[in-house]
């Protein structure tokens, strides 16, 4: 999210968070990492794995960041990133195999 706020165009569209906040949540120690992804295990159901991802550049993020025109507005990027909730194909995909999994664990 730093990367896409660097702009003047993102600047206009959305005032970046107060730096020292986002740096602070961003510096975690082994034992602190290791917490989150104890936490996290679950992911779509976890509701901190929900708010760790929006704080962080993803795979996912950097395509529409990269193909962004220099005169492009980024403020859907921003606001996506911050306020939608995360879907993919993958997790529809998973989600509606659970039948499979099932079968799978009874062999």
């Known amino acids: 999210m730093v990367l896409v706020l660097k702009s003047q165009i993102c ?3 959305l005032p970046p968070p107060p730096k020292e906040w986002l740096l602070s949540t961003l510096r ?4 602190e990492m290791k917490g989150i992804e104890r936490k996290t295990i679950n992911q779509r159901t976890s509701p901190l794995w929900k708010e760790e991802r929006r704080k962080r550049l993803t795979a996912s993020d950097l395509g529409a960041i990269c193909r962004k025109l220099p005169h492009t507005n980024c403020e859907g990027i921003i606001k996506k990133k911050l306020y939608s909730h995360f879907r993919s194909s993958a997790m529809e995909y998973g989600e509606s195999r659970r039948g499979g999994i099932e079968k799978l664990r009874k062999l």
């Open 28 to 31: 975690l120690s082994d034992e």
């Open 11 to 13: 600047r206009r569209a």
